[in-house]
């Protein structure tokens, strides 16, 4: 960028950083790197700019009412779309953590029923059909237990 460009786009930053219309002074100071321009005197050289102060025209200010309004929708719009994102990730979770106890539960529930088919079996001396049939079915709850509450971690 050429120094003239800096120095014009510095001088419309400071000029629109004043907001409102109103008289001030705006110093050009110089120095060996390159000017620069301030509010306040120059504490080496410099000099006082005379800039005049003008209305903006009727078109620009409805132009800055537009995209004042558009910039104040675009926001409400994004706000409005975070939290509906964040309400969604907040019912993913509440989903994630009850199928989790759910989970949770049934597992525990396969090791109980297991244990309490066993401790049956175990009551009878010999083998018979019933001890048999639960000895089945527990290891088959063990084989659930490990396939779903293990297999998934």
Not at 17 to 25: C, H, R, S, Y
Not at 58 to 75: M, P
Not at 131 to 145: M, P, T
Request: glycine share 2%; hydrophobic share 30%; charged share 35%.
């Amino acid at each position: 960028m050429s120094p003239s460009f800096q120095r014009s786009v510095t001088l419309t930053f400071a000029l629109l950083a004043l907001g409102t219309v109103q008289a001030a002074d705006i110093y050009r100071c110089e120095s060996e790197a390159a000017p620069t321009y301030q509010a306040t005197q120059c504490p080496q050289s410099g000099r006082k700019l005379a800039l005049p102060v003008t209305e903006p025209a009727e078109t620009d200010r409805k132009l800055s009412d537009l995209t004042r309004q558009r910039e104040r929708d675009f926001v409400r719009q994004t706000d409005a779309e975070r939290d509906r994102q964040a309400r969604m990730a907040e019912s993913e979770r509440a989903e994630r953590t009850l199928a989790e106890q759910r989970q949770a539960a049934r597992c525990s529930r396969y090791v109980r029923q297991a244990d309490k088919l066993e401790d049956e079996s175990g009551a009878f001396r010999r083998a018979t059909r019933r001890k048999r049939v639960k000895d089945v079915r527990a290891r088959e709850l063990r084989d659930q237990y490990f396939t779903e509450c293990l297999g998934n971690r």
